[in-house]
């Protein structure tokens, strides 16, 4: 395995739309492993492959404390979703930075395993939050664009007294930044 370096934003890669992943090959598969790595390596929640400049339909989430429930997801896409949860969030690709962004409060998503294998993942509060933010990855969107208000040095909301309610803060923001401060 091996770090790849995490486009940002303002990169071309980041606004295009990815390709659908027609078998996982050698090359891909190291890819995700890659992903997952770099994805633990910075701290965050979850990891798209255009992110990593590679405009491939894959998704890589682990929202557990003890990072060690990786989800793989390829060709993801959303089946249903209902429900509505206005938090910050945050991109290892926007570094050091987060906006309130409303989602979905439940998402369920069909998408296909490393073996190609259909699966269906279901997710609500920061498991849909996370859904939502990486298969918009492989639009080509990025969340900055659905931003309520505006963007916040994660510093700035360290000192607002809404963090310490711990309400819906923290998605891919680096685990890192906030616990320095
Ligand atoms: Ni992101």
Redesign the pocket.
Known sequence: MALRIIRELGDPVLSKKAKPVREVTPRLRKLIEDMLETMYDADGV?L?AP?VGMLKRIVVIDISDERNEPVILINPQIQEQDGEQTGFEG???VPGKSGQVTRPQHVVVKAYDMDMNEITVEGEDLMARALC??LD?LEGQM?VDLVEGRLYDNEELEAMEEMEAGEGVTF?LEAEDLEDK
Request: proline share 0%; net charge negative.
């Open positions: 979850g798209a992110q991109c290892l690709s933010h990486e990855h969340y891919d």
